[in-house]
Every structure is written in C-alpha cells, then in structure tokens.
C-alpha cells in the first residue's frame, strides 16, 4: 500500500456489528456486496447510506424483505425498525403504518407505542386511540403525547380524560402528564388541586411537583409552609428543596439536606452517594443521579435504571436519544 492509498476497511467479524465508523470505510458497492454473503450489519448500514444519498426506495427494497422476516444486524435494531424509519422520512407513512400493523399482528407488541404515536402524528386519531385502549400496556411517554395531540386537535376535553383515567388506573407517571397538560391550558388550579390531592395522599414527589408550580407562579409563601411542614417532619429532600427557595436555609429543620448528605465527594464518589440515595427513595436524588449520568454518556446505567421503573431515568435517557438522533 502507497502513502496515497486509502486504508483498508477492517473485515469485521461475522459475529460483530460493523461500527458505523468502520461503515464508512466502505463503499456502497462493498457494502452491497458483503450484504449480498449474508453480512446482516453490512446490509443495514448499506440501507443506511442509501437513503441518506436520497435513495430511499433502494434503501426499502433491500429491508423489507428482512423486515418481514423480522430479521435484524447483531447489536442493533430490527431492519423492520430502520425501514419505518425511511418511510417516515420519505413521506411513506401509510406504508410504514401498514408494516407496522403487520408486525403486531405477528405479535411483535414492542412496536405498540410507536404506532400509537404515527398514527397520530399523521391525522388517524382514532384509530391511534382505539389501539391505545386495546393495548395492555404503553410507554408512558406515549400515553402524555398522544394527550397533547388530542388539545391540539382540538379535542382538549378528551386529552384530559386520557390522563386522568390513567392515573385512576394506577398509572404513577401520567400524574405530571396531566399537571403539566393543564398547566400549558391556563387551568392552573385544577392542575394545584390535583396535586395537593395526590401530596395529601402521601405522594411526595406530587408535593415537591406542588411547591414547584406555586413558586414559578410567585406563590412563594404557599411554597414555603408546604416544604417547611415537611422539613420538619424529617423529610430531607423537602429540606433540600426549601433551601433553595429565596430567603430559605436549613436552620432548624430536622433532617439533612441531599446536599449535605452528599459533601465535598467529587466523580465517583458523589455517583455513588447518589444511588444510595436513588434507590433508598429519594426523588430529588433520582432526579440528580439521571442528570449526572445523561451528562456524562452513561446511556447503559441510565437504561438499567429506567427499565427498573426509574421514571427520572427514563426522562433522561429519552432525551438524550432523541437529541441523538436530532444531531
């Protein structure tokens, strides 16, 4: 090999799932033909650079084969997943709808929440909410946006209902779907009564949510008595969330801070102090520990803890996928 010449690509594997840095190292046509011997990654990330060089209907023919078959590269997503995607950004959404519906009725329920949300993005309402109500469960997610699609459709009435029936059904994380919903529609008090019900009612998280909105509505004195009572109670995070209001310090109330609990601890050692907390309940540390963990790239951490029931992690890892996939 010259100085000039290119490198090499690395042959990866059979096992292996081709980077998408080694990818690039290939040309369509050496993708194309170690897709053809078999090399499932090859061929996905041949899709990949097919349609990004606008040739999405190359792109298709070559996955719909293998997304029927549900087929998909070692280490990644089916190639039924990677096809919806072209569709949808090709303007084929009735047929990314159609493969969509093929796969849950092959019994492929993962997809259950991703076609609820295109169905409404793209105008069949009620069709996204008759699949909705079949289904037995949906990303929380989900269930808040198709919500917001129902407002702004103008069918606010029955974006509310969603809401509130989930959180009747026992759905802990449709709670603040519902107060942030009706907080963006002025209906400020109703979204204050829910909470005060749910915080009355031993929620802490919705007390906490409670002295948010009354603070950022100017409300701070509410905000104080509510967290102070808590304080005092050896409630530590409303301790912590006091302090943090204008004028507020830690000066007689009883328990510590999170901030306090954790100390000076740098890296590794605040992390740890974190989970501790995390996992003994605390909902500010939760919160703290998704933030920290999205900040530095932990997606796998992140992703253990959201499918353990993190709802902070589950926030957290959603926004950095989609900010992913945004840049």
């Keep these: 090999m010259t100085a000039t010449d290119p490198p090499t690509p690395p042959a990866p594997a059979a096992s292996r799932f081709l980077s998408d840095e080694e990818a690039a190292l290939w040309t369509v ?9 078999g090399d499932e990654s090859a061929c996905y990330h041949l899709a990949k650079l097919l349609a990004d060089q606008g040739r999405a209907g190359e792109a298709i023919a070559l996955l719909r084969p293998r997304a029927v078959a549900h ?7 089916y190639a039924a997943d990677l096809t919806v ?13 159609a493969l969509l519906h093929a796969r849950l ?13 295109i169905l409404a993005e793209h105008g069949r309402m009620n069709e996204a909410l008759a699949l909705f109500h079949r289904a037995e469960d949906v990303y929380w997610l989900t269930t808040n946006r198709l919500a917001r699609a129902l407002v702004e459709q103008d069918r606010t009435e029955e974006g509310i209902a969603l809401l509130r029936a989930r959180v009747e059904a026992g759905y802990e994380s449709a709670k603040f ?16 009564a829910f909470l005060r019900a749910w915080a009355d009612a031993g929620d802490n998280d919705s007390a906490y949510k ?15 008595a509510l967290l102070r009572a808590r304080a005092e109670a050896g409630d530590w995070a409303a301790a912590d969330r006091l302090a943090q209001l204008p004028g507020q310090g830690l000066a007689g109330i009883e328990g510590e801070s999170v901030a306090n609990r954790l100390g000076p601890r740098p890296g590794q050692g605040r992390l740890d102090a974190l989970r501790e907390l995390a996992d ?5 540390a939760a919160d703290r520990l998704a933030r920290l963990l999205a900040e530095q790239g932990r997606l796998e951490e992140l992703r253990a803890r959201a499918e353990a ?10 926004e950095a996928l989609d900010g992913g996939e945004d840049g």
């Design 29 to 37: 046509e050496e993708l194309r033909a170690r897709a053809a011997g």
């Design 71 to 77: 087929m998909y590269a070692p280490g990644t997503v």
């Design 85 to 97: 995607e072209i569709m949808l950004g090709h303007g084929q959404a009735d047929e990314a709808i």
């Design 105 to 117: 009725s092959a019994g492929d329920v993962a997809v259950t929440s991703w076609l609820v949300e």
């Design 177 to 192: 779907g519902l107060v942030d919903l009706l907080t963006g529609l002025g209906r400020v008090e109703e979204a204050i």
């Design 210 to 224: 409670l002295a948010q909105v009354l603070a950022g509505l100017g409300r701070v004195e509410e905000a104080i």
């Design 280 to 284: 003994a309940g605390s909902a500010y």
């Design 309 to 318: 029931g993190d709802r902070h992690a589950a926030l957290r890892l959603r």
